[in-house]
């Protein structure tokens, strides 16, 4: 079966790093997203890799390793606002976009 | 610009009834979804369009028809809503091709009661 594994919960503190982690066993791979959703709204784009390594926007980055099935996603100078849950999706081998069920982080003051 | 807008927020129905989910996108864009979002759980994708005039089934299309009469409107239908059809739901939109970012609306949250 296909599956993807992202941690439930984080806590982190404002102004800290955080890492939140996604690994996935599925038919192929085409490509990854990362997505930000607030609690009670939409999803909303963050981040596509295809390629192994690191892409940084801001203070986001997220990283690749086809090999491993794994990917992160980094946030950088937590602020408050980035309490939300983060969700990874990867594009299998018939184009078809598998969810995980997201990691909810928790910005502590 | 709007973007994605869904049509209602919110909705209460009671078992057996049927309802239809709107959701309409100014962005001209080729793709549109129609996912589930329950606790715990990933997004599931119901039904979804790659372009006018064509529809395709997603992971779990029971109970659930949708029509891509207009590019820019995709709606999802309820036959004979079940409690188990309690959930929230979004529309999505893309560019063409599945590496394009989805763009979502609010979300209609509905109970069936």
Same mark, same amino acid.
């Given at each position: 079966g296909q599956n993807i594994d992202q941690p439930t919960e984080m806590t982190a503190t404002e102004g800290a790093i955080v890492q939140i982690n996604c690994t996935y066993q599925t038919s192929g791979f085409n490509g990854l997203f990362w997505y930000q959703q607030h609690a009670g709204e939409a999803p909303t784009f963050l981040s596509y890799n295809v390629l192994d390594g690191l892409e940084e926007k801001g203070r986001f980055s997220s990283f690749l390793s086809r090999s491993k099935g794994y990917s992160y996603l980094l946030l950088k100078e937590l602020q408050m606002k980035d309490s939300a849950s983060y969700l990874c999706a990867v594009i299998d081998s018939n184009y078809q976009l598998i969810w995980g069920a997201g990691t909810k982080l928790i910005i502590k003051p | 610009n709007a973007g994605?807008?869904? *049509?209602?927020? @919110?909705?209460?129905?009671?078992?057996?009834?049927? !309802?239809?989910?709107? #959701?309409?996108?100014? !962005?001209?864009?080729?793709? =549109?979804?129609?996912?589930?979002?329950?606790? /715990? =759980?990933?997004?599931?994708?119901?039904?979804? $369009?790659?372009?006018?005039? *064509?529809? +395709?089934? /997603?992971?779990?299309?029971?109970?659930?028809?949708?029509?891509?009469?207009?590019? &820019?409107?995709?709606?999802? /239908?309820?036959? %004979? +809503?079940?409690? %188990?059809? *309690? %959930?929230?739901? @979004? #529309? +999505? $939109? %893309?560019? &063409?091709?599945?590496?394009?970012? &989805?763009? @979502?609306?609010?979300? *209609?949250?509905? $109970?069936?009661?």
């Open positions: - | 994605v807008t869904q *049509t209602p927020k @919110f909705r209460v129905l009671k078992t057996g009834q049927s !309802m239809t989910l709107l #959701c309409a996108q100014d !962005m001209n864009h080729e793709y =549109m979804y129609w996912y589930r979002q329950d606790p /715990g =759980m990933g997004l599931r994708l119901i039904h979804y $369009s790659v372009g006018e005039g *064509t529809t +395709a089934k /997603g992971e779990v299309p029971d109970g659930y028809n949708v029509s891509r009469l207009k590019k &820019q409107n995709f709606l999802l /239908g309820l036959e %004979s +809503a079940a409690p %188990s059809q *309690t %959930s929230v739901y @979004f #529309c +999505a $939109s %893309s560019e &063409q091709g599945e590496h394009q970012p &989805q763009h @979502f609306g609010d979300g *209609t949250r509905l $109970s069936i009661l």
